[in-house]
């Protein structure tokens, strides 16, 4: 268990309305990432981060901003949701700072945008 | 650029049968970390397996196996004698040489249901 969070698990909204989805970790991890999981196209990266304001972006970043004002926590933004961001997100950390160290996921949010 | 290919999108067997779920990779990088995933029902992801690619070992852990081949870019995941419990999606990921921060790049899954 590498103590991850995430709040909501769940949450309905509707189009153009903002959504903050918040990852939470208590074990002082370095690196946190956002992924998204959409049938047919498996786990895509949307921001991550390595380090307290240090962030980069993902594969499907746009539509999405991210925070990390703290080490634990790494805030997804989504400013003007749509329906295309109807999705499950996972947010992941690696343990430690080797580069072949394993990432490890929260139990994921399920939003759906309506 | 990196990219990982899981060609089978579902496969269905009967309990007790042997199964193999396949991965192939591609990365310019002579390092480089190849992962397995698992994504029960109940939806969390959990961490089955890791290789660095200068060991081409392959790994037996109980009913697993996984058969790494750098020459043919496999990193091929087998379930022998499979149970109802094996049930799941399967994901097979790609870490190129980087650093800690260095994101996984994830096939899009294999859905594997185990009939009993």
């Known amino acids: 268990d590498a103590g991850i969070t995430q709040s909501p698990r769940h949450k309905v909204t509707e189009t153009g309305t903002p959504v903050t989805l918040r990852c939470h970790q208590t074990e002082n991890h370095r690196y946190m990432y956002w992924y998204r999981q959409d049938p047919g196209h498996g786990l895509r990266l949307i921001h991550y981060?390595?380090?307290?304001?240090?962030?980069d972006k993902g594969e499907v970043s746009d539509g999405y901003s991210v925070s990390r004002s703290k080490t634990e926590d790494f805030l997804l933004t989504l400013e003007s949701a749509t329906s295309s961001q109807t999705s499950v997100y996972f947010c992941?950390?690696?343990?430690?700072?080797?580069?072949?160290?394993?990432?490890?996921f929260g139990p994921g949010t399920r939003l759906t945008v309506l | 650029a990196q990219k990982v290919t899981q060609a089978q999108t579902e496969i269905s067997v009967v309990e007790k049968e042997d199964v193999t779920l396949d991965c192939v990779y591609e990365t310019r990088d002579t390092t480089y970390y190849l992962f397995w995933y698992k994504q029960p029902p109940s939806g969390e992801l959990v961490f089955l397996i890791r290789?660095?690619?200068?060991?081409?070992q392959n790994e037996i852990s109980g009913r697993y196996s996984w058969n790494f081949q750098k020459s043919t870019s496999s990193f091929n995941f087998t379930i022998t004698a499979s149970q109802v419990v094996d049930s799941a999606v399967y994901f097979c990921a790609l870490r190129p040489r980087g650093s800690g921060n260095t994101p996984l790049v994830f096939g899009k899954g294999t859905r594997l249901s185990v009939i009993a």
């Open positions: 981060s390595y380090g307290v304001k240090d962030t």
């Open positions: 992941a950390i690696t343990e430690g700072l080797a580069e072949y160290n394993e990432q490890f």
């Open positions: 290789r660095n690619s200068f060991d081409e």
